[in-house]
């Protein structure tokens, strides 16, 4: 297991902390956002954007997890607050230096229905209301994001652009957070046993229809 690599391509909000409890809980080391205290031998780390040392990695040393070595699974790579707007799962150099560096690499993309992902984007923190339209971010141009049509817009393009770029790779997996059975799937895909699935990291402010 302490070679297996698995990188989530999914975007804020999509289930990523859920997909990050579920793999800490089988036993792999698990890099979530940021690097918690704690959790790496190397104190330096501490506190550290997931999406930054990703990218340090690739432009200083040509590999984006060297920087990254304790850890086994990346399930939310993007950044977009202080002062840093990174988004690695759009970055197809990226992504292919991952490849190339580690070939048995695997690859994640939690998929949500576009409306209900950014329904909670919009309200989850500034997100959706100041971080997403004040920012240029691949594929949604500053300016945009701060409604509904502009997110749905971007969110389907992001899984066009995963869906292209990885068709017919067979460590590539896309599975719905909806999924019945998302923790057998995900499960077979990566070879080990998941022995939790739930939900993780709630948005509980209220949809039209309830809670999110």
């Known amino acids: ?16 902390t859920t997909l990050g409890e579920a793999l800490a809980r089988a036993g792999l080391k698990v890099a979530d956002w940021r690097i918690r205290k704690g959790q790496s031998p190397n104190d330096e780390l501490a506190r550290r954007f997931v999406g930054k040392l990703m990218y340090e990695g690739y432009f200083e040393e040509g590999d984006p997890l060297a920087r990254l070595p304790d850890f086994n699974a ?4 993007d950044i977009v607050r202080n002062g840093l707007n990174l988004w690695p799962q759009t970055d197809w150099g990226l992504l292919q230096s991952i490849k190339d560096n580690h070939p048995n690499a695997k ?8 409306a209900s992902l950014s329904d909670s984007m919009g309200r989850w923190s500034n997100l ?9 971010i691949p594929g949604m141009p500053e ?3 701060g409604t509904d049509q502009d ?4 969110i389907e393009g992001h899984y066009s652009f995963c869906r292209r770029v990885f068709a017919g790779d067979p460590n590539f997996l896309e599975y719905d957070i909806k999924d019945e059975e998302p923790k057998e799937k995900i499960g077979k895909f990566l070879g080990i046993e998941l022995p939790w699935w739930g939900i993780a990291n709630e948005n509980t402010r209220r949809t039209a229809e309830g809670v999110d």
């Open 128 to 136: 959706g209301s100041f971080r997403l339209p004040n920012s240029a």
């Open 151 to 154: 997110r749905i817009r971007w």
């Open 74 to 77: 990346f399930t939310e790579i």
């Open 143 to 145: 300016g945009y994001g």
């Open 1 to 16: 297991m302490s070679d297996l690599k698995v990188i989530n391509l999914g975007l804020p909000k999509s289930g990523t």
């Open 107 to 114: 690859f994640i993309l939690t998929h949500r229905d576009s």
